[in-house]
């Protein structure tokens, strides 16, 4: 069983453009999810992208990449493509390192790759934490999730969504599958709930593909998707 850790690295960006070589202290926020990656022993770490100028990031810092221009819909459509090329087979772990999630975790990552080498029944995993700060709540770009009591996710929304008092559950961007179940997925068509949301996991809820959660605690990663992000990643970072 070989883990995969691939960072899906779109040069172009909707909401914030070209945020993954906008540089966080000395180095661009690519580069800072190369080194959170490379903390992930025994995988192998891949840059999937675009770009040249990322691909130029990647081999600054010694790991590989796969480049393409081909139009995917998402980040594990990508994913997909690239784990293909590196000839990953049925029970292989890909993990889905979105290359905007600055500051996470890679000890959490590693929850998820251990949950995934451990259970025969999961095949999907992600990142969720608690807050009650009603900002994130109220923030689209800040994506609640309701899960039930095994930690399977019922549903993912950018909007205001049930909450449990005054505490919120929202999504960490990184997945890991099977190697199986991501080629699944890739097969799948994009559904409607997808399109209007703009989150891929609604493909899986649509078509029955459970996805497990794992709660962390004590977050301190940032979503970069507006120079608000950016900003907040830089104190961080300065701090």
């Given at each position: 069983?070989?883990?995969?850790?691939?960072?899906?690295?779109?040069?172009?960006?909707?909401?914030?453009?070209?945020?993954?070589?906008?540089?966080?202290?000395?180095?661009?926020?690519?580069?800072?999810?190369?080194?959170?990656?490379?903390?992930?022993?025994?995988?192998?770490?891949?840059?999937?992208?675009?770009?040249?100028?990322?691909?130029?990031?990647?081999?600054?810092?010694?790991?590989?990449?796969?480049?393409?221009?081909?139009?995917?819909?998402?980040?594990?459509?990508?994913?997909?493509?690239?784990?293909?090329?590196?000839?990953?087979?049925?029970?292989?772990?890909?993990?889905?390192?979105?290359?905007?999630?600055?500051?996470?975790?890679?000890?959490?990552?590693?929850?998820?790759?251990?949950?995934?080498?451990?259970?025969?029944?999961?095949?999907?995993?992600?990142?969720?934490?608690?807050?009650?700060?009603?900002?994130?709540?109220?923030?689209?770009?800040?994506?609640?999730?309701?899960?039930?009591k095994e930690l399977r996710a019922i549903t993912f929304t950018r909007k205001p969504i049930t909450s449990i008092r005054e505490k919120y559950m929202i999504h960490l961007g990184v997945y890991a599958f099977k190697y199986e179940y991501l080629e699944t997925y890739s097969k799948l068509k994009e559904c409607h709930y997808e399109k209007k949301e703009q989150?891929?996991?609604?493909?899986?809820?649509?078509?029955?593909?459970?996805?497990?959660?794992?709660?962390?605690?004590?977050?301190?990663?940032?979503?970069?998707?507006?120079?608000?992000?950016?900003?907040?990643?830089?104190?961080?970072?300065?701090?």
């Amino acid at each position: 069983m070989t883990t995969f850790v691939i960072i899906p690295a779109r040069l172009e960006s909707s909401r914030l453009s070209k945020k993954l070589i906008q540089n966080i202290g000395d180095k661009a926020l690519i580069e800072h999810m190369i080194i959170c990656a490379k903390k992930i022993n025994n995988s192998i770490i891949t840059v999937a992208t675009d770009s040249k100028i990322i691909q130029n990031y990647a081999i600054k810092h010694n790991v590989q990449s796969v480049f393409s221009n081909k139009k995917f819909k998402n980040g594990s459509e990508r994913c997909y493509y690239t784990a293909k090329k590196l000839n990953a087979t049925k029970n292989d772990i890909v993990v889905n390192l979105q290359g905007d999630e600055f500051n996470i975790n890679p000890n959490d990552i590693k929850k998820l790759i251990r949950v995934l080498k451990l259970s025969n029944n999961i095949n999907v995993a992600t990142l969720i934490y608690e807050t009650n700060d009603k900002k994130e709540y109220l923030d689209s770009n800040y994506v609640k999730v309701v899960v039930d009591k095994e930690l399977r996710a019922i549903t993912f929304t950018r909007k205001p969504i049930t909450s449990i008092r005054e505490k919120y559950m929202i999504h960490l961007g990184v997945y890991a599958f099977k190697y199986e179940y991501l080629e699944t997925y890739s097969k799948l068509k994009e559904c409607h709930y997808e399109k209007k949301e703009q989150l891929e996991q609604l493909r899986m809820i649509w078509n029955n593909i459970p996805i497990h959660c794992i709660q962390i605690k004590d977050n301190k990663s940032v979503g970069i998707n507006s120079v608000k992000d950016l900003r907040k990643a830089r104190e961080i970072y300065e701090y």
